[in-house]
């Protein structure tokens, strides 16, 4: 049966998260909020920021949000774009981030083939590749208290194991 809940956005998050902390940028283990066991992962759809705000105030994380882009006659392939919107009170910091996340994304089939290569076995989807859009310099983040945020978009192509018959996804 085919699983809609997961999608390939996930695996993009999560290459970041991956690669930053191999880095030595992000260490979770400052991201554990009180009364929590497990930490928090600072890479998170929009509508965490308030929550994440509360929890771990002062905290750097990476806000992202995809838009699926124009499905063509190619109908088995996809591809969308994630942006990721570094914030923190350190601009040395988020513009590290960006220089990773950029050197990550930028070698289309070549980062598409790393990003495979570090992701679980279960992920369904098939990356063929990844390119850099916008890198944005830091900006003043007006609404979070002094924070500044810096952005990063990145386009990506994928395809999913289909049925054969149908077309359908599997």
Known sequence: ??????????DVRKALLNELQAKNLIDLNNYIADGFSDPLEP???AQQVPEFNNLLPGNTYIVYDVVQNNMGPQWWLTEETITFNIVSTDQAEIQT????????????????K?????????????YHYFRVDL???VQPFVNEGGSMNGVISVTYSYTREVDYLTGRYK
């Open 97 to 112: 981030i960006i220089n990773v996340a950029a050197d990550l994304f930028r070698r289309y089939d070549l980062s598409a």
């Open 135 to 137: 890198a944005d310099s």
């Open 114 to 126: 790393d990003i495979k290569a570090g992701l679980v076995a279960s992920s369904p989807f098939e």
């Open 43 to 45: 890479v998170i759809p």
């Open 1 to 10: 049966m085919t699983n809609y809940t997961y999608v390939a956005s996930y």
